[in-house]
């Protein structure tokens, strides 16, 4: 009997063609993501599991599903996924670490240039009816800026390599451990406090991950130290910013913008998350730039994730190790219960 794979959302063909010589595949065919307890119905008889930044795994879902063998996350960053319960579990936990990294760092730099250039305002101004130039809309320029970037793993490292060729004053960063000298020379860095960061920067952009000690790092404490030209992009976690302080901060006149990619309703692990995005940013239209988080909505590049996602399932089923394991359980679930 081939082992039951559920898909949780729509992938290529070529990534079901990849699991059905093994598997018998249930796969959601989109547009919107199964609800929660749909995809815990469908696990229930499951061995293994293709999940999407959609979902949640905790110690309550695995109990419901007792022949899960592996998750196999199609992403990088798997806060919503509970290791040390797949692990209790005897269930196998996987990512796919790196191939995020680049399309999310150029969007980053999109999404930058787009908030500081007033891109998006001029697109509305141009279709509303353009007679030509006028003194309008000027904007900040990246060239002779201090850019801040909080949190430099390789995300944060592939923002500071596109952005060294823009002429920035300075480039900055914050992050809890310390790149190597001569890695800060090469990617011209310089290690500052977080407060420094947020005080000293013209762009600021997050690219860190949610943790404890990052939920809400950008707050309304940090923002008061901000310059009131102060613009910002997340591109790593929607909580690592107080999405309501930030709205404060826009119509006080404390921060010049903000761009986001991730938002705090999308980490479905913290139960107290808003339900949807500030009111008050979606409404600030001159001051905001939203992407329905695409970091990694480059076609060639969904296509090598899901292939990444299917091979790690793929060698927990037949037995192996995961190439891109997140836990290494003591004690695997081999067989039905």
């Known amino acids: 009997m081939r082992a039951k794979v559920v898909i949780t959302n729509p992938v290529f063909p070529e990534t079901e063609a990849l699991l059905e010589p093994l598997c018998s595949l ?3 065919p989109g547009p919107a ?3 929660p307890e749909e995809v815990k119905r469908r696990c229930a008889n499951a061995d293994g599991v293709f999940t999407f930044m959609t979902d949640r795994v905790d110690a309550d879902f695995l109990a419901a599903c007792p022949r899960l063998k592996v998750v196999s996350c ?3 960053g798997w806060d919503n996924f509970d290791a040390a319960a797949c692990t209790d579990a005897g269930v196998w936990l996987t990512a796919v670490p790196d ?12 999404l930058a240039i787009g908030l500081c250039r007033n891109i998006l ?9 353009f007679e030509g130039w006028r003194a309008s809309l000027y904007g900040a320029g990246l060239s002779g800026s201090v850019i801040g970037i909080a949190g430099m793993g390789k995300v944060g490292q592939a923002i500071a390599r596109r ?23 090469a990617l011209g860095l310089r290690r500052v406090a977080w407060e420094t960061l947020v005080a000293q920067s013209d762009l600021l952009i997050l690219a860190l991950p949610l943790t404890p000690a990052t939920r809400h790092l950008l707050n309304a404490e940090a923002l008061a130290k901000a310059q009131p030209w102060l613009r910002i992009v997340n591109a790593g976690r929607g909580s690592v ?8 901060a826009l119509s006080s006149g404390r921060i010049g913008g903000y761009a986001a990619d991730v938002f705090e309703m999308e980490d479905w692990a913290l139960d107290d998350r808003p339900r949807s995005i500030e009111p008050r940013l979606l409404s600030d239209h001159d001051r905001t730039l939203f992407t ?6 480059v076609v060639s590049v969904r296509h090598e994730i899901e292939a990444a996602a299917a091979r790690n399932l793929l060698a927990v089923l037949q037995g192996k190790e995961p190439p891109d394991a997140i836990n290494r359980p003591s004690q695997p679930r081999t067989r039905h219960p």
């Open 99 to 110: 191939l995020l990294t680049e399309p999310t760092a150029e969007l980053a730099v999109g």
């Open 26 to 28: 249930d796969v959601n």
């Open 33 to 35: 993501p199964w609800p």
């Open 241 to 248: 910013a107080d999405e309501a302080a930030v709205a404060d």
């Open 121 to 129: 305002i001029g697109d509305r101004a141009v279709r509303a009816g």
């Open 163 to 185: 952005l060294g060729g823009f002429g920035a004053r300075e480039i900055v960063y914050f992050d809890a451990a310390e790149l190597r000298a001569d890695e800060e020379r």
């Open 74 to 76: 199609a992403l990088k």
């Open 292 to 297: 329905p988080h695409l970091g990694s909505g």
